[in-house]
Structures are given as structure tokens and as C-alpha cells.
């Protein structure tokens, strides 16, 4: 019997559904917005707190979690040109780098199985220094910023963010639709 | 075609989204203003958020400071009542005057102060990534505010407006290694342009290596950039080195080192004077003890005295040995020998001692201009043309 791809797809399609967490519509408007003011707002009065990369972190979950490179697309689109223009930043810095984050991510929770903590971990860690990296390199590259990367200072913002990231992400679970 | 682009469709949706933002930000970059809805719309969604938190952090921080500032004067009171100390009760009431005098106040009364037209607004916002020196105030173009004016707290500068929204506008802070500034400095009025050094420093530059700036001198606006009327405080100077060409000064700006809350922002601005520098007080008059009473054996003991004064005492135990007296036109026998005892007796007043010594023998009297070393020792005999040795 000859192989059917379209067959196969739809299997494939099928487990993707069965894995998909869906979110009631105010949760995909609310959460993003109340991370960019909590990166916003919080930093006034806890300026450490300016190098958690909520609106990154919502990104990655979402995207991770719908299972879809085109939402993964979107929401990091969406959240990255926000932060640019909170920021007063080139308007598309933050949104590319964001937008590839979204896609990387959503392809990653189409194969992988996501909701393992140290895979969320590893994850968040991985794509915080591809984030920076990304800016970094775009900084250089098309606004001819001579600014240093710093390894040493990602890599241990990219723990503390992961450590954060894993709070949310179980924190953001309890609002998946279960219905 | 068709299946191709559904097989790939993820792969073509990230890649036209990739080039729409790429477009974006190249017009972005070339026209910094060109994209404003975008701007606006964040801003938007996001300034009613942050001004309802805000509010409400202030009230429940109020209420509660207010609870705790009552329950400080009810102890405060209960312990006036037993003791029943006037003295604890002025000072209780002077620090109550003081606790009171809050910042607002502070702001009010440097408004009327100052003759510039300011407008008072609150932080609410700060920018989104850390690298950033950017925050948000709750006043935009609705409350006159424009890009390119001045935010200054009654300390100093604290950045200017880039972007006036209906309700609220975007301010970078000096310490944005993009802001810059004119400044003048107080005391040796040295003029440069002040950086943010983009940590919580500022740098100031254009500062020839020759100029003079020391180290804790005030710096202030020098108007030269049109954003700052002059004479607005800015900061003292924490780091000052020489460089090859230019000076490398680094300070702590003073607008900043109290972490602002509200601020001013100057919608009219009047230059003012800078300050003069008033020189430190001097120190205050110590207590110097008398000297100490000189024993006799520190009597004996010569002064210290230089060649020229050897040389003076030796001329002047020859004109008392002559009787002259100097400055009269003649010229005395310079060359005559001078019995040791009238030598010393010579020497004596003028405590010197070289004339405690035993006087050399005459020697020529060197012509004015030549040097005294120079002169020959080497006999005593009277050389042709000079006078023979008198005796008295």
C-alpha cells in the first residue's frame, strides 16, 4: 500500500491537536500586556527587576504551548514591536528578534514535549541568549552600535530568567482552557 | 504553487514578516519620527494601566505612611504627656515641621523660585529593556509638553523629552550614552558637552587636557544646547584625569542621585547666571603654643648664615674697624687685616658665624658683577694700586 502523505499529516495534525493547550481569548490580549507594563512599571521601583525579559518569556510560552509557528510568529511580532515602542527603539529590533524567537519555539513545542520543567528551563535559557545575541548582532550590524556583548552577564541573566520563566510558565498553566 | 506555499506556509509567514519589519526599521531608522502610530498605540494601551497603578500604589503607600506617622505621634505624644518636657515638645513639633516638607513642596517652591515655566509630571513608566535610559511621564502634548524640552528636578537635570504623546511623553535620562548636554563648569568656568556614560555615571567631554577642573567642582548648564536654560545645576566631578588631547571627567549627576519621582518639565525656559563659587571657608584659628625657651647652650650655638651674610659682616667689622661709615661716597680699606678680637667683637652683634671665626686674610675686592668664588686667596700682600694696610 503506497504511502499517503495526506494521511499521514492528518495523524501527525491529530497528536499536534491532542498536545495543544488553548487559552480563552482574554488571556492571550491580557497576559501580554500586563508583562509589558510589569517590565515597564516594575523597574521604577526595583531596578534589578529591569533585566527580567517578561515580554520574551510570555513569547516563549505561548508560542511553545499553541504549537503553532504562525501564532509563535505573531505574539512574538506583536510583543516585540510594543516593547520597541515603549522603548522609543528602531521600530523592528525587538520584533524580529522576537518573531524569530516565536517561530523557534513554536517549532520546538511541535516536536518536543514542553511541559517537562527542565525542558522549559533549557529552553528559556537557550533562547534568552539567542535573543540577546540576535539584538546584539542586528545593533552591529544595522544601526552600526559599537556596543560589547557581554557572555558572562547573559548567561547568568539567562539563569535568572529561566528560573522566573518556570514560575510563570506554571503559573500561566493554570489559565489554559481545560474544556 | 499552491501545495508548495501550504507545505512551506510557516517558513513563507515568518520570512514576509522578517522582510515587513526589516522595511520598518530601515524607515524607522531614517525617519525617527515617521512612525507614530505605532508609538501611540503602545503608549496608549499602556499609559491608562500604569497611571491606575500608579495611583494606587500611591494611595496604599500613603494611607499606610500616613497610619504609620499617626501611630508615631500618638507614641509620641504619650511620652510627651509623661514627661511633661517643653524642650521635647519643640523639638517633637520641629520635626514633624520637617517630616512634612515633602517633595511636592520642594517642587512647588523652586516653581515659584524659578523663573522658568515648568510643568510638574510623574514617572510612571520606565523603558522596556535594560540597556535603555528611557521613562515615561504622565504629562504629553495635552499639557504643552513638546520633544526637546528640558526634565529637571530642583537638584538638577534629569533628561529631556523625545517624544510628546497626548497624555503622556517619553524622556531620556542623561545617563543615556546617547544624551548630551553643554555645561560649564563653576568654578574655572571650563565649557564641555556632558554624555551619558550609560551605567549611573555621566562623562563630560570636549575638555582640552590644558584646561583646569578639579575634583568635586560643580558643573552647571551652559544654555549652549538650547534644551537647558543655563545655570541649571548638573553635577559634581567624581573623576577627573588627563588624557593625551582632552580631559576625562566623570560625575554623578545630581538630578538623578535621589531617584525621581516627580519632576519638572521646563516649558519655558529663562537662562540664569551661574552661580559664583564662594571658596570654602578657612580653616578655623589653632591653638599654637609658645616656643620653647632657649638654654644656653642653644645661645652658643651659631645661626645658620648664608655666604652673602658672611661677607656682610666681614665688610661691616672692616668699617668699624676704620671707623667708617658706610654710604657716606668714600670707600673704605677693604683689604686692611682685622685684629681677631675686633673681628669677633664684630661679629658679635650680627651673630654670625662666620665672623666667630678667624678672620681671613685681606683679599682684593672683587669688581661688582664677579662672582665671589672666583676670588684669589692666595696671598696677603697689597697688589699694585691698592692702598697699604692701615693700622689704627
Known amino acids: 500500500m503506497p504511502y499517503s502523505e495526506t494521511s499521514g499529516d492528518r495523524i501527525l495534525s491529530s497528536h499536534q491537536s491532542g498536545r495543544q493547550a488553548r487559552f480563552r481569548a482574554w488571556v492571550l490580549v491580557v497576559v501580554p500586556v500586563v508583562a509589558l507594563i510589569f517590565q515597564a512599571y516594575v523597574p521604577l521601583f526595583y531596578p534589578p527587576l529591569a533585566y527580567l525579559d517578561l515580554a520574551l518569556l510570555v513569547t516563549i510560552y505561548f508560542a511553545m504551548m499553541r504549537h503553532s509557528p504562525i501564532n509563535g510568529i505573531l505574539v512574538g511580532c506583536g510583543m516585540g514591536l510594543a516593547q520597541d515602542a515603549l522603548a522609543h527603539n528602531p521600530l523592528g529590533m525587538y520584533g524580529i528578534c522576537k518573531t524569530l524567537v516565536g517561530f523557534f519555539a513554536a517549532s520546538i513545542g511541535v516536536r518536543i514535549d514542553v511541559s517537562q520543567p527542565f525542558v522549559r528551563l533549557l529552553a528559556c535559557v537557550v533562547f534568552y541568549v539567542f535573543h540577546q545575541f540576535l539584538f546584539w548582532l542586528m545593533s552591529r550590524a544595522l544601526l552600526d552600535k559599537l556596543i560589547d556583548f557581554d557572555w558572562q552577564q547573559t548567561l547568568i541573566l539567562s539563569g535568572f530568567n529561566a528560573v522566573v520563566g518556570l514560575a510563570l510558565f506554571h503559573f500561566l498553566d493554570k489559565l489554559k482552557d481545560k474544556d | ?392
Open chain 2, 1 to 392: 504553487m499552491d501545495s508548495l506555499l501550504n507545505r512551506y506556509r510557516s517558513i513563507t509567514f515568518l520570512l514576509v514578516m522578517l522582510v515587513a519589519q526589516m522595511i520598518l526599521l530601515a524607515y524607522t531608522v531614517k525617519n525617527p519620527d515617521g512612525v507614530r502610530l505605532i508609538r501611540l498605540w503602545a503608549v496608549t494601551l499602556v499609559t491608562p494601566i500604569a497611571q491606575v497603578a500608579e495611583t494606587t500604589r500611591s494611595t496604599v503607600y500613603g494611607v499606610f505612611h500616613n497610619y504609620f506617622d499617626l501611630r508615631d505621634a500618638r507614641a509620641q505624644n504619650r511620652r510627651i504627656q509623661a514627661e511633661r518636657d517643653q524642650l521635647k515638645l519643640e523639638n517633637l513639633y520641629l520635626k514633624s515641621e520637617l517630616g512634612t516638607a515633602d517633595r511636592v513642596k520642594a517642587l512647588a517652591a523652586f516653581q515659584v523660585r524659578s523663573p522658568s515655566k515648568y510643568v510638574a509630571a510623574r514617572i510612571i513608566l520606565t523603558a522596556t529593556t535594560s540597556a535603555s535610559k528611557i521613562v515615561v511621564l504622565d504629562r504629553g502634548s495635552n499639557s504643552e509638553v513638546e520633544k526637546g524640552m528640558a526634565v529637571i528636578t530642583p537638584d538638577g537635570i534629569v533628561g529631556k523629552i523625545i517624544d510628546a504623546f497626548p497624555t503622556a511623553s517619553q524622556a531620556l535620562l542623561v545617563t543615556d550614552p546617547e544624551f548630551a548636554a553643554g555645561v560649564v563648569s563653576q568654578k574655572n568656568h571650563v565649557k564641555g558637552i556632558l554624555h551619558g556614560a550609560g551605567s549611573g555615571k555621566c562623562r563630560i567631554d570636549n575638555v582640552q587636557a590644558e584646561e583646569k577642573v578639579d575634583v568635586g567642582e560643580m558643573f552647571f548648564t551652559s544654555g549652549d544646547d538650547r534644551i537647558f536654560p543655563r545655570g541649571l545645576p548638573v553635577g559634581k566631578a567624581d573623576v577627573v584625569k588627563d588624557g593625551p588631547q582632552y580631559k576625562e571627567i566623570l560625575l554623578y549627576p545630581s538630578g538623578l542621585q535621589a531617584g525621581p519621582e516627580e519632576v519638572l518639565i521646563v516649558v519655558a525656559g529663562v537662562h540664569q547666571e551661574v552661580p559664583a563659587y564662594e571658596a570654602p571657608q578657612p580653616d578655623q584659628k589653632v591653638y599654637i603654643g609658645p616656643p620653647v625657651p632657649q638654654s644656653k647652650a642653644d645661645e652658643s650655638m651659631p645661626a645658620l648664615s648664608t655666604e652673602a651674610d658672611r661677607l656682610r659682616e666681614h665688610y661691616q667689622s672692616i668699617g668699624k674697624f676704620e671707623n667708617h661709615t658706610f654710604g657716606t661716597g668714600s670707600v673704605p680699606n677693604f683689604n686692611v687685616k682685622i685684629p681677631a678680637a675686633v673681628a669677633a667683637a664684630g661679629s658679635a652683634a650680627g651673630t654670625s658665624a662666620a665672623t666667630e671665626k678667624k678672620p681671613e686674610p685681606s683679599k682684593p675686592v672683587p669688581p661688582p658683577g664677579t662672582p665671589l668664588a672666583t676670588t684669589p686667596a692666595k696671598n696677603n700682600e697689597p697688589s699694585a694700586g691698592e692702598a697699604p694696610p692701615q693700622n689704627p
